[in-house]
């Protein structure tokens, strides 16, 4: 078997039972250490509930993510381009930035929209689907075709966020080394290492930046430092306790007011 990352040869490296009922193996490749299942052919059964009944820190990541979202677009890129989540889930993200100005737009083919309604992908013409960023969270490990994928997020917009664990350093020898293997839900089939993303990159021809444990940057811009990280000097210190404080008083007008004329503007037409 050849990695979905590098290509290289990857070998395999334990069993295990996914989906309580199917004897999987797990490769790991020898060039870049990319983890992978065997080509999943139990897909369909994994997603006929698109959100894993597991995954319960879903509104806590949410919440998470959308400081460190705010935090990136508002340090370095155009905080009035419009940005779209892709793989969006229940429209959570989505809605928890636009409640922080930000002009947020949802997209997922697998799951209902709740709570980004009128704001999806779908609600906006097609010569208006370009973005400034887009964000795509615990997406990544879900795909057997990484490149695909990030080939059709970089068409979306010029800077991609992805959220996804880089394979921890110590030894995996078994599914219960690492917790986000996840078989029983059957939905995480490839795991990332920083060399692995890299390599996806170089071949989209996008510099590449990480924190080193789960946010990674692809973007044409090449900024002199990582917007990812910060440095561990005494004035980084002190920026980084006010920072959070200086961006909750960033006045970025909430989008709340216009979503609520825009939602009761297509009541009304839906009633006549």
């Known amino acids: 078997m050849n990695c979905i990352a590098c290509a290289h040869p990857s070998v395999p490296l334990f069993k295990a039972i996914v989906l309580f009922r199917y004897n999987v193996n797990y490769f790991h490749c020898l060039n870049c250490g990319q983890l992978q299942t065997d080509e999943p052919y139990w897909l369909d059964e994994a997603y006929q509930t698109a959100i894993a009944s597991l995954d319960i820190g879903l509104l806590g990541r949410c919440i998470r993510d959308s400081k460190r979202v705010f ?16 793989g969006g889930g229940y429209g959570t993200l989505v809605r928890l930035l636009r409640d922080k100005g930000l002009d947020f737009y949802r997209q997922d083919i697998y799951c209902q929209n709740i709570f980004a309604i009128n704001h999806d992908l779908s609600d906006l013409p097609t010569d208006s ?51 986000y293997i996840a078989p029983e839900t059957g939905q995480h089939i490839a795991f990332y290492t920083h060399r692995s993303l890299k390599i996806l990159a170089d071949q989209l021809n996008l510099n590449f930046y990480s924190n080193g444990q789960d946010l990674h940057l692809f973007t044409i811009r090449l900024f002199s430092e990582n917007p990812l990280l ?42 006549e």
């Not at 935090?71 to 892709?86: F, I």
């Not at 997406?139 to 059709?152: A, G, I, N, Q």
């Open 71 to 86: 935090e990136l677009v508002t340090r370095h890129l155009d905080t009035k381009g419009r940005m779209l989540d892709y």
């Open 129 to 179: 689907r370009n973005f400034e960023l887009v964000t795509c969270f615990e997406v990544l490990e879900h795909t057997y075709d990484p490149f695909r994928l990030l080939k059709t997020l970089s068409c979306f917009a010029p800077h991609v966020l992805i959220s996804t664990l880089i394979v921890p350093e110590h030894e995996i020898s078994s599914p219960n080394d690492w917790w």
């Open 230 to 271: 910060r440095r561990n000097t005494i004035f980084d210190k002190i920026t980084g306790k006010l920072l959070p404080y200086c961006l909750s008083k960033k006045k970025l007008p909430s989008l709340i007011a216009g979503d609520i004329e825009t939602a009761r503007q297509k009541a009304f037409d839906k009633s």
